[in-house]
């Protein structure tokens, strides 16, 4: 089974519009730790967001908002207001293990239009 | 920005020659990665390190072996590169609590 699930292999938002990337994962683990990434077209990856699995509270970190369900195993990026430079591939991410194994969804490709 | 630096940033070698991708880290974090992008796969990890001489394996380990003999340095080793190791590989290292996690730039393989 696939422990990071990103069902959408692209999207596409209006400019200030806010838009969802989907991000479900699979884990036995009762600690774990739930990151999103985003890769320009230069190729560099950059990290946004962490949520770790015993937070009450989503995480926020200016634009970018992880919506936490755990009990479904979700862990949606939702991005506000929409930039032009927010188009990128984005990439849900799980850390679990004693040994802080990492696994990766297969990415969103996420284009703004003006 | 994280002190991650990977080296080479591009290299072209041929089938079945050994190749060696050094990750250097300056921030003497335990944990040390290494993953390869390919267009619909996202990235996956290769091996990774818990320590000095600890590693171990991730989920496309076939092929590439990996050694640990100082925190700073990662080093990936191709014994025999085949045409289907083509890929971006890229380091990454881990605070201990594993809250974050840095990626170097990247490295672009081709095995012709």
């Known amino acids: 089974a696939q422990k990071i699930t990103q069902t959408q292999p692209g999207m596409f938002v209006q400019e200030k519009e806010a838009v969802t990337l989907d991000c479900t994962y699979d884990?036995?683990?009762?600690?774990?730790?739930l990151f999103w990434y985003k890769q320009p077209s230069s190729g560099e990856m950059i990290f946004l967001i962490y949520?770790?699995?015993?937070?009450?509270q989503n995480a926020t970190e200016g634009r970018y908002s992880l919506n936490f369900q755990k009990a479904r195993k979700s862990a949606n990026l939702v991005i506000s207001a929409s930039q032009l430079g927010d188009s990128a591939m984005y990439f849900c991410?799980?850390?679990?293990?004693?040994?802080?194994?990492?696994?990766f969804g297969t990415g969103t490709s996420l284009t703004v239009i003006p | 920005d994280a002190g991650i630096t990977q080296s080479p940033r591009h290299k072209v070698t041929e089938t079945g020659t050994p190749v060696t991708l050094r990750c250097h880290q300056t921030?003497?974090?335990?944990?040390m990665y290494w993953y390869r992008q390919d267009p619909g796969h996202g990235l996956r990890l290769i091996h990774y390190?818990?320590?000095?001489?600890?590693?171990d394996k991730g989920e496309v380990s076939d092929g590439y072996s990996v050694s640990r003999s100082k925190t700073e340095d990662f080093l990936l080793t191709l014994e025999s590169a085949t045409s289907s190791q083509t890929s971006v590989y890229f380091c990454?290292?881990?605070?201990?609590?594993?809250?974050?996690?840095?990626f170097g730039a990247g490295t672009r393989l081709s095995v012709l």
């Open positions: 990454a290292i881990s605070e201990e609590n594993g809250n974050i996690q840095y």
């Open positions: 991410a799980m850390r679990e293990g004693p040994r802080n194994q990492f696994y």
């Open positions: 949520q770790g699995s015993y937070d009450q």
């Open positions: 884990t036995s683990d009762p600690s774990y730790g």
């Open positions: 390190s818990y320590g000095v001489k600890d590693t």
């Open positions: 921030e003497n974090h335990r944990y």
